[in-house]
Nanobody, 129 residues
Framework: QVKLVESGGGSVQTGGSLRLTCAAS????????MGWFRQAPGKEREGVAI???????????YYADSVKARFTISQDSAENTVTLLMNSLKPEDTAMYYC???????????????????WGQGTQVTVST
């Protein structure tokens, strides 16, 4: 069992920045990858970024096209955290952001969010014009 707790959401104006942090605890050695997903009202949940915290692909990260060059996902193995730094925010980035982990299964990637085994409670990001 892995417990995930997100923090760092908030409200910013267009062009602003926010840093989201996901603190993980529990059976961390079983995690293959972790990621950030978001869901806006009336829209499907979408993958934002994923990272491999350990193993062969340790440190490798992948991003949705919509956030490439603006968002950066990183990990701190000592603190057991995964951070999403979001720059040049746009109103279309407004959503509830969730941290997820794939535990004891191969990483599902950005597009199969339903296969992730553990989820945080979410943190709201609102970008105004």
């Amino acid at each position: 069992q892995v417990k995930l707790v997100e923090s760092g959401g908030g409200s910013v104006q267009t062009g602003g920045s926010l840093r989201l942090t996901c603190a993980a605890s529990g059976s961390l050695v079983s995690i293959d990858c972790m990621g950030w997903f978001r869901q806006a009202p009336g829209k499907e949940r979408e993958g934002v970024a994923i990272i491999y915290p350990r193993g062969t692909y340790s440190g490798s990260s992948y991003y949705a096209d919509s956030v490439k060059a603006r968002f950066t996902i990183s990990q701190d193995s000592a603190e057991n955290t995964v951070t999403l730094l979001m720059n040049s925010l746009k109103p279309e980035d407004t959503a509830m952001y969730y941290c997820a982990a794939a535990s004891k299964i191969p990483c599902p990637g950005l597009n199969k969010s339903s296969r992730y085994t553990d989820w945080g409670q979410g943190t709201q990001v609102t970008v105004s014009t």
